[in-house]
């Protein structure tokens, strides 16, 4: 996948992955509650959305849905990000993540079955 989502995109892309299938205007209402959005600002990201592939608009009701999973999402922008700040380097990620945060006993266990499983 080519196109990356900016921040914008992302909360808006966060409120169809959690109400998938939902319109156009219940998005731009939950927005206005939660990021403090007007209409407009919604729909132009909508927009975008939709000419870059990442959601289908559907009429009537410009009812949408996500075309990328939320995890497929997530897993392009943790390499854009390994790449970018970390040249690459998943091991020094893990150590950034790792430096200044105690794991728990639980967390160990299962950073290591998650390592052990690959």
Known sequence: MKEKLFD???KVME???AKNPI???DISLIAAETIGWNKNT???VLKKLESKGFI?????????TP???????????????????????RSALF????EDEPLSEEEVNA????????
């Open 111 to 118: 950073l290591r079955d998650m390592i052990e499983k690959r």
């Open 42 to 44: 919604t729909y132009t």
């Open 67 to 89: 075309l990328v999973s939320q995890g497929k999402m997530q897993k392009v922008e943790a390499v854009s990000l390994v790449k970018k700040m970390f040249g690459g380097s």
């Open 95 to 98: 150590s950034a993540l790792l």
């Open 15 to 17: 409120i169809i992955w």
């Open 56 to 64: 289908q608009r559907e009429e009537p009701g410009f009812i949408c």
């Open 8 to 10: 914008s995109e992302a």
């Open 23 to 25: 319109s156009a205007k």
